[in-house]
């Protein structure tokens, strides 16, 4: 019975597997298709720009707003640690390699998986579920390349500028806190930021990382919510699922991207 | 292998399965040209599957599907986007896009097919709205109609580019009389003055053998008969009898299989 018990273990582990697999080899087909051959992004420019402003510009405002927050207590806590050292001169250089390091492109790419990314896959999800992509498919429309490549683009293309607008308003929040209202002074505030920040070393570093988040997010959240059972439960349950599986994959990227680009081995 | 010219579209041996769920075995069936042909059954017996099949929406285990004189599961994913150009599909929820009025729906596969100007584009929705009753609907969008009307749209999309064939799915579901009406009534004439081939899948009776000139019923995985209404109508196939005369009970049964009735009643006690 025992043994029975283990087999049975063995042969889930080998069908949850097996699944997983399938979803993997899926999705690469389906980003394969969606950005490579005829159709280049599947309908021009029009389309790219339409969803540059609903993925891009109708995120700016949660990214600004969380930008301005987590520049501003970055200032806030900097300064409480730092004066204890004599050292809140220094606030300036904490806050803008914090920022373009690591809380612009992970933040940046978290509030977008959440806003964005979950609502391209209920999109995509709804289109599937009222036979919309059917309906292209028998227009003779490849919907891979009229509907998910110029959302992928988009996504590709807006993370990035969104996670340095982040990283700009949060320079901006922080000096507003450390320098306006704390008393840092502002020549070293922004001094000791202009030493110690690298272009490539930091910003370039910060803006790859956005690159490749920016990649993983979206591919998830297209692919999602193409692949979803076409019910309101199914979509629901790809909602989910984008923002659960592009967090994780953003964290556990960034922890590998930090180890390559800032580790000294 | 070669095609009869006389057919739109001609499944061959075709195998279909869902997992190790076979849905359809072995089934062979010829669409003639020029006439409306009905696919009937049962809810449930995979007419929907059928008809994805025919667009190449979904691809069978095993069998060859002929449309236009193309074996649609034998081409590149590219050729079969041009080959469905030829093929006008009616959803059953009439799938109109919900970001685009009722102009730019039907306007939508000229757009993307055609480099005519805008000009001829609107002369051409126009005459196509006025053909399913709907030129004073232009401006509206889609969750501005009734489901009948959501349809008639659909359906000026699907004849937009003047296709070959048309395919209807479930076209009567959830329709009032009148609607309902107006569906069979535009089926039969568009199928006459535009001279194209259509499938009409329904489990609706009436309805579709007061339009159809030759029907097929599937069932269990196969195709049970085939025919005229009429000759169908005087099938002694007991499974067609009781489909086409509508009876609750025969080969079909009422009741799901279940334990004895008396024995269940009594062992709950």
Same mark, same amino acid.
């Given at each position: 019975m025992r043994q029975k018990s283990i087999l049975e273990r063995v042969r889930l582990l080998g069908r949850s597997s097996i699944d997983v697999l399938a979803v993997l080899g899926r999705s690469c087909l389906f980003l394969f298709h969606a950005l490579v051959?005829? %159709? %280049?992004?599947?309908? %021009?420019f029009q389309l790219l720009t339409r969803q540059l402003y609903s993925v891009g510009v109708l995120s700016l405002a949660i990214v600004v707003v969380s930008g301005m927050f987590i520049g501003m207590v970055l200032a806030l806590q900097g300064y409480s640690i730092l004066t204890k050292y004599g050292s809140e001169q220094a606030v300036g250089q904490m806050v803008a390699l914090t920022l373009l390091r690591e809380l612009g492109p992970v933040v940046t790419a978290l509030l977008f998986a959440g806003r964005a990314g979950s609502a391209l896959t209920a999109e995509i999800g709804n289109m599937k579920s009222t036979e919309q992509l059917s309906s292209l498919e028998m227009i003779g429309v490849d919907p891979l390349k009229y509907i998910v490549a110029p959302r992928l683009w988009a996504g590709f293309i807006s993370l990035p500028l969104l996670a340095l607008i982040f990283s700009v308003v949060g320079i901006w929040g922080g000096s507003w806190v450390? $320098? &306006?209202?704390? %008393? $840092?002074?502002e020549g070293s505030f922004w001094a000791n930021m202009q030493n110690s920040v690298s272009f490539t070393d930091d910003v370039l570093n910060g803006l790859i990382k956005s690159l490749v988040f920016a990649f993983v997010t979206t591919w998830i959240a297209v692919f999602q919510g193409y692949d979803c059972e076409p019910t309101s439960e199914g979509i629901s349950r790809a909602t989910t699922k984008t923002v659960v599986y592009a967090s994780l994959a953003v964290l556990g990227l960034d922890f590998i991207l930090t180890a390559l680009m800032f580790g000294d081995f | 292998m070669s095609v009869d010219s006389a057919c739109a579209v001609e499944l061959k041996g075709v195998t279909f399965k869902r997992g190790s769920r076979s849905i359809f075995n072995n089934v062979d069936i010829r669409i003639p040209r020029g006439k409306v042909t009905g696919i009937m059954g049962p809810s449930g017996c995979g007419k929907t599957t059928l008809l994805r099949l025919m667009g190449a929406q979904l691809r069978p285990a095993s069998g060859e599907v002929w449309v236009a004189g193309q074996n649609l599961p034998a081409l590149s994913r590219s050729d079969l986007f041009d080959a469905r150009k030829q093929m006008g599909v009616l959803f059953q929820s009439g799938?109109?896009?919900? &970001?685009?009025d009722v102009f730019e729906n039907v306007a939508f596969p000229l757009r993307v097919h055609t480099q005519l100007p805008d000009e001829m584009i609107r002369d051409i929705v126009l005459m196509k709205l006025q053909a399913v009753g709907l030129r004073g609907a232009i401006d509206l969008m889609p969750d501005e109609l009734s489901g009948g009307m959501k349809r008639r749209v659909a359906l000026a999309r699907a004849i937009a580019l003047d296709p070959q064939i048309l395919m209807y799915d479930? @076209?009567? $579901?959830?329709? *009032?009389p009148i609607a309902m009406g107006v569906l069979v009534r535009l089926i039969r004439l568009l199928n006459d003055a535009l001279g194209i081939t259509s499938i009409v899948v329904s489990h609706d009776l009436a309805e579709t053998a007061s339009i159809a000139d030759y029907i097929y019923v599937v069932g269990d995985g196969q195709v049970l008969g085939q025919g005229t209404p009429d000759e169908l109508m005087g099938s002694d196939n007991p499974r067609i009898r009781q489909f086409m005369k509508g &009876? @609750? *009970?025969? @080969? $079909?049964?009422?009741?799901?299989?279940? @334990?004895?009735y008396r024995a269940d009643l009594l062992g709950a006690r």
């Amino acid at each position: 019975m025992r043994q029975k018990s283990i087999l049975e273990r063995v042969r889930l582990l080998g069908r949850s597997s097996i699944d997983v697999l399938a979803v993997l080899g899926r999705s690469c087909l389906f980003l394969f298709h969606a950005l490579v051959g005829r %159709g %280049g992004i599947g309908g %021009g420019f029009q389309l790219l720009t339409r969803q540059l402003y609903s993925v891009g510009v109708l995120s700016l405002a949660i990214v600004v707003v969380s930008g301005m927050f987590i520049g501003m207590v970055l200032a806030l806590q900097g300064y409480s640690i730092l004066t204890k050292y004599g050292s809140e001169q220094a606030v300036g250089q904490m806050v803008a390699l914090t920022l373009l390091r690591e809380l612009g492109p992970v933040v940046t790419a978290l509030l977008f998986a959440g806003r964005a990314g979950s609502a391209l896959t209920a999109e995509i999800g709804n289109m599937k579920s009222t036979e919309q992509l059917s309906s292209l498919e028998m227009i003779g429309v490849d919907p891979l390349k009229y509907i998910v490549a110029p959302r992928l683009w988009a996504g590709f293309i807006s993370l990035p500028l969104l996670a340095l607008i982040f990283s700009v308003v949060g320079i901006w929040g922080g000096s507003w806190v450390a $320098v &306006d209202w704390l %008393g $840092v002074y502002e020549g070293s505030f922004w001094a000791n930021m202009q030493n110690s920040v690298s272009f490539t070393d930091d910003v370039l570093n910060g803006l790859i990382k956005s690159l490749v988040f920016a990649f993983v997010t979206t591919w998830i959240a297209v692919f999602q919510g193409y692949d979803c059972e076409p019910t309101s439960e199914g979509i629901s349950r790809a909602t989910t699922k984008t923002v659960v599986y592009a967090s994780l994959a953003v964290l556990g990227l960034d922890f590998i991207l930090t180890a390559l680009m800032f580790g000294d081995f | 292998m070669s095609v009869d010219s006389a057919c739109a579209v001609e499944l061959k041996g075709v195998t279909f399965k869902r997992g190790s769920r076979s849905i359809f075995n072995n089934v062979d069936i010829r669409i003639p040209r020029g006439k409306v042909t009905g696919i009937m059954g049962p809810s449930g017996c995979g007419k929907t599957t059928l008809l994805r099949l025919m667009g190449a929406q979904l691809r069978p285990a095993s069998g060859e599907v002929w449309v236009a004189g193309q074996n649609l599961p034998a081409l590149s994913r590219s050729d079969l986007f041009d080959a469905r150009k030829q093929m006008g599909v009616l959803f059953q929820s009439g799938a109109l896009f919900t &970001d685009l009025d009722v102009f730019e729906n039907v306007a939508f596969p000229l757009r993307v097919h055609t480099q005519l100007p805008d000009e001829m584009i609107r002369d051409i929705v126009l005459m196509k709205l006025q053909a399913v009753g709907l030129r004073g609907a232009i401006d509206l969008m889609p969750d501005e109609l009734s489901g009948g009307m959501k349809r008639r749209v659909a359906l000026a999309r699907a004849i937009a580019l003047d296709p070959q064939i048309l395919m209807y799915d479930e @076209p009567f $579901v959830g329709q *009032d009389p009148i609607a309902m009406g107006v569906l069979v009534r535009l089926i039969r004439l568009l199928n006459d003055a535009l001279g194209i081939t259509s499938i009409v899948v329904s489990h609706d009776l009436a309805e579709t053998a007061s339009i159809a000139d030759y029907i097929y019923v599937v069932g269990d995985g196969q195709v049970l008969g085939q025919g005229t209404p009429d000759e169908l109508m005087g099938s002694d196939n007991p499974r067609i009898r009781q489909f086409m005369k509508g &009876d @609750p *009970d025969g @080969p $079909v049964p009422f009741h799901f299989p279940a @334990p004895d009735y008396r024995a269940d009643l009594l062992g709950a006690r």
